[in-house]
């Protein structure tokens, strides 16, 4: 039986994993295919059972259905279980499927090469946020530092995480050059979104890496800023791409190749290759 995959979500068709997972799949001469599913809220039980019966071979989910597909799981993997949310689910060789979380590592994976001892701060204590600090801390990383508009979100999350330590935003602007890796987490800079910056880089440190998860437009605001000082920016599309590739993985043994998806990707959405 010719093997299937998925993308579920609501909405769906901006969806881009089926144009990067079709072409893994055809470029590794692998024989399946991949779709986006339209998944109505009250529908979702519904449409896990028919993904099930049908023979599904694994799926990713995207919102807002990352924490809701939970009860209709076999089994969660670590790496969904310390924030609670699924984005991938695997099909396993006795029929159970189990849910994975690959935002994190794979946000990680688009850094590049980054040192256990930096110290990294984190603005937003969202989910985004949450996923990203828990992939931190699972690869070894302790040194890192949340700032968000209010504390109790913060706190929060550093609690359920055991790891980290909160800073005001004000806070964190001024002491910006002790730190070596800067993630945006929230959703300004997003299209539509208003185009204001959670804090000011004017004194970002010489040749930290600047990195906003933001994918569309593949240039915020905050990365524009970025560029004018001596550093190194990443946009969201990295994350994007190495989380897919992680899911790839696990469904078909192989990583496909990631670094040149990037860029494809780029120039799909009408860009060029930024992240410098």
Same mark, same amino acid.
């Given at each position: 039986?010719?093997?299937?995959?998925?993308?579920?979500?609501?909405?769906?068709?901006?969806?881009?994993?089926?144009?990067?997972?079709?072409?893994?799949?055809?470029?590794?001469?692998?024989?399946?295919?991949?779709?986006?599913?339209?998944?109505?809220?009250?529908?979702?039980?519904?449409?896990?059972?028919?993904?099930?019966?049908?023979?599904?071979?694994?799926?990713?989910?995207?919102?807002?259905?990352?924490?809701?597909?939970?009860?209709?799981?076999?089994?969660?993997?670590?790496?969904?279980?310390?924030?609670?949310?699924?984005?991938?689910?695997?099909?396993?060789?006795?029929?159970?499927?189990?849910?994975?979380?690959?935002?994190?590592?794979?946000?990680?994976?688009?850094?590049?090469?980054?040192?256990?001892?930096?110290?990294?701060?984190?603005?937003?204590?969202?989910?985004?946020?949450?996923?990203?600090?828990?992939?931190?801390?699972?690869?070894?990383?302790t040194n890192i530092t949340i700032a968000n508009r209010t504390a109790e979100n913060a706190?929060?999350?550093?609690?359920?995480?055991?790891?980290?330590?909160?800073?005001?935003?004000?806070?964190?602007?001024?002491?910006? @050059?002790?730190? %070596?890796?800067? !993630?945006?987490? #929230?959703?300004?800079?997003?299209? &539509?979104? $208003? *185009?204001?910056?959670?804090?000011?880089?004017?004194?970002?440190?010489?040749?930290?890496?600047?990195?906003?998860?933001?994918?569309?437009?593949?240039?915020?605001?905050?990365?524009?800023?970025?560029?004018?000082?001596?550093?190194?920016?990443?946009?969201?599309?990295?994350?994007?791409?190495?989380?897919?590739?992680?899911?790839?993985?696990?469904?078909?043994?192989?990583?496909? @190749?990631?670094? %040149?998806?990037? !860029?494809?990707? #780029?120039?799909?959405?009408?860009? &060029?290759? $930024? *992240?410098?």
């Amino acid at each position: 039986m010719k093997k299937w995959f998925a993308v579920i979500g609501n909405p769906i068709s901006h969806s881009l994993s089926p144009f990067m997972h079709e072409k893994w799949l055809r470029e590794l001469e692998i024989d399946a295919s991949y779709i986006p599913i339209h998944v109505e809220e009250n529908n979702l039980e519904e449409a896990i059972r028919g993904l099930k019966i049908l023979g599904c071979s694994g799926w990713n989910v995207t919102v807002p259905y990352k924490e809701a597909i939970i009860p209709f799981l076999d089994d969660i993997d670590e790496s969904a279980k310390g924030i609670g949310a699924v984005n991938t689910v695997v099909k396993t060789k006795d029929n159970r499927f189990i849910g994975y979380n690959t935002d994190g590592l794979g946000f990680i994976k688009s850094l590049g090469s980054i040192n256990l001892e930096d110290n990294i701060l984190m603005i937003g204590a969202g989910g985004a946020a949450r996923g990203i600090v828990s992939a931190f801390k699972q690869a070894g990383f302790t040194n890192i530092t949340i700032a968000n508009r209010t504390a109790e979100n913060a706190e929060k999350m550093i609690n359920d995480l055991n790891i980290g330590l909160f800073i005001p935003l004000k806070e964190a602007e001024s002491q910006l @050059n002790m730190f %070596d890796v800067v !993630v945006q987490t #929230t959703p300004q800079g997003m299209k &539509n979104q $208003v *185009n204001t910056l959670p804090i000011q880089l004017n004194k970002i440190k010489e040749h930290a890496i600047v990195a906003d998860i933001v994918y569309n437009p593949l240039v915020t605001p905050f990365l524009e800023e970025a560029t004018k000082y001596n550093v190194q920016t990443i946009n969201g599309l990295g994350m994007l791409v190495h989380q897919g590739a992680i899911a790839f993985s696990y469904w078909n043994g192989i990583y496909p @190749n990631s670094d %040149d998806m990037i !860029v494809r990707l #780029t120039e799909h959405l009408g860009g &060029n290759y $930024v *992240n410098r």
